[in-house]
């Protein structure tokens, strides 16, 4: 199951998604990697969906990601005495650690001394969203003072939000870790780290992690973005969470946000996932909106590697319809010759410093000087695939590795239809092996040419240093 589009697909499953025919009809409708949210949800129904996946994955003998997010540490503040209240503009509110004391009209507990660490007068704490906006004018160790400056609504458990502040707060709580090794017990594919504020997060959970799963970065924090290069570097794929980013910062800097981001990664060669509210209104509609339908086409556009759906197809009436609207929208907007343009302006012009950036742009003229069928990266530790992916060749690429896990990874990554495939031993044997694949899987036919990408040696990460041109003969 070739896909004609070079766009990712990630769908979210949930309760409108758990059975083996929804996830199949959501595979078939163009779902390439599959996210399991443990934010929602108990161990035991997201290992009945991983296991959907993995046989759905051996009948079609197609690799599929998966990708486990982990929940993030969600600030919180306690209960109220009567479930909520309603908070007047100029009314002031003190927010203490006192979590056994029900909150009222004039306090609430808030327990999480972390915030009050990090607080200065002046700092705007924001709840439910940014629905209510409170500012802080004294604070101690244990509480804080502070003036409504938008009223609203505010009821137990309501999220909070301190936008500009960096938290002395670990972005792996123990809920993540026990989260995690489970997770990396079943086998997935990709970690979503959410709450990302440092590099030193990143570090962190590559620590725990080992190798043994890709490291996404959720960038859902205005420090994040302060310190994007740095985390760019330290993960090995990104995903711009809107949704935090947008209640964090003024919404109006997000579309901008968003594209420096996507052109950061293609820079460093690293996939970038674009999520939160992209077919929102499919939540409850068969049809979104026109807005929504731009807002997919301008994250393809702007280059990103995969586009996600939330809510859409884990808890929405529709969820094969939003996976076969946003497949229809990328195929759509990558038919378009100004996308095709502007998507495969190369990157390693700017900053080429090793000999695989030299392959990269090597290959991305090639295929366009001589029309090839497809660029096939023999890749053992996904390297050589994602170095041509940067470049957004035109044509498709084949990732060929003998790892399985590293299969599954490059189902996020931009243009690269994955191939499980044995160890080579030479470069005339992985010439043979790339023809045969690229005419099974219905890519090329006889006489076509075909660029081969790889490193010598073989199987050594980092080394791609070998460009063959070949015809399938």
């Known amino acids: 199951m070739h896909r004609t589009r070079n766009a990712k697909i990630v769908a979210t499953l949930g309760p409108a998604s758990s059975d083996r025919e929804t996830i199949e009809a959501l595979f078939n409708a163009g779902v ?20 959907i996946i993995r046989s759905i994955e051996r009948d079609r003998e197609r690799p599929i990601g998966i990708l486990l997010d982990l929940q993030g540490p969600k600030l919180r503040l306690g209960a109220f005495a009567e479930g909520a209240v309603t908070l007047q503009a100029g009314d002031l509110f003190r927010l203490d650690m006192d979590h056994e004391m029900l909150g009222d009209q004039h306090r609430a507990p808030l327990a999480h001394p ?36 938008i009223g609203g609504r505010v009821s137990d458990r309501k999220g909070v939000n301190v ?45 725990i992690v080992r ?12 420090a994040a973005i302060d310190s994007l290069n740095e985390i ?10 809107r949704g935090d980013l947008g209640v964090e910062m003024p919404p109006e800097q997000v579309p901008a946000i968003q594209k420096r981001i996507v052109r950061a990664c293609r820079k460093a060669g690293k996939p970038v996932i674009v999520a939160t509210q992209m077919l929102e209104s499919m939540i409850s ?13 301008t994250a393809i556009y702007d280059g990103a590697d995969a586009v996600m759906l939330s809510a859409e197809s884990a808890s929405g009436s529709y969820p094969h319809d939003a996976v076969r609207i946003m497949d229809s929208i990328i195929a759509q907007t990558e038919a378009d010759p100004h996308c095709r343009e502007t998507v495969a302006t190369g990157v390693s012009d700017e900053c080429a410093t090793l000999a695989s950036d030299g392959i990269g742009v090597a290959v991305r ?9 497809a660029v096939v990266a023999y890749t053992s530790s996904g390297y050589s695939a994602l ?4 470049e957004r060749p035109y044509a498709p690429i084949v990732g060929m590795t003998p790892r399985a896990a590293i299969a599954r990874r490059l189902a996020l990554a931009w243009g690269i239809y994955p191939v499980l495939c044995h160890e080579v031993s030479d470069v005339v044997e992985m010439s043979e092996w790339a023809c045969r694949t690229v005419c099974r899987e219905g890519i090329a036919q006889l006489g076509d040419t075909v660029v081969i990408s790889a490193g010598i040696p073989f199987g050594t990460s980092g080394t791609t240093n070998l460009l063959r041109i070949t015809e399938v003969s």
Do not use: C
């Open 32 to 51: 390439d990697v599959f996210r399991l949210n443990f934010s929602h949800g108990v161990h035991a129904d997201h290992k009945a969906r991983l296991d």
């Open 114 to 149: 972390e915030i009050y660490a990090a607080l200065v007068v002046g700092t705007d704490l924001l709840i439910d969203d940014g629905r209510v906006r409170l500012r802080v004018e004294s604070f101690g160790p244990e509480h804080a003072e502070t003036r409504v400056i």
């Open 163 to 207: 936008p500009g502040v960096v938290l002395p707060l670990s972005a792996m709580t123990d809920k993540h870790r026990a989260d995690l090794d489970y997770g990396l017990s079943l086998g997935v594919d990709w970690v979503a780290l959410s709450f990302v504020q440092r590099v030193e997060d990143i570090q962190e959970i590559k620590r």
């Open 211 to 222: 190798g043994r799963a890709g490291i996404v970065a959720k960038l859902e924090k205005p």
């Open 232 to 241: 760019v570097a330290a993960s090995d794929a990104l995903m711009v969470a």
């Open 285 to 297: 509609a068969p049809v979104p909106t026109r807005a929504e339908a731009s807002d997919v086409a």
């Open 365 to 373: 003229s090639v295929a366009s000087a001589l029309k090839v069928a």
């Open 387 to 390: 170095r041509m992916a940067r």
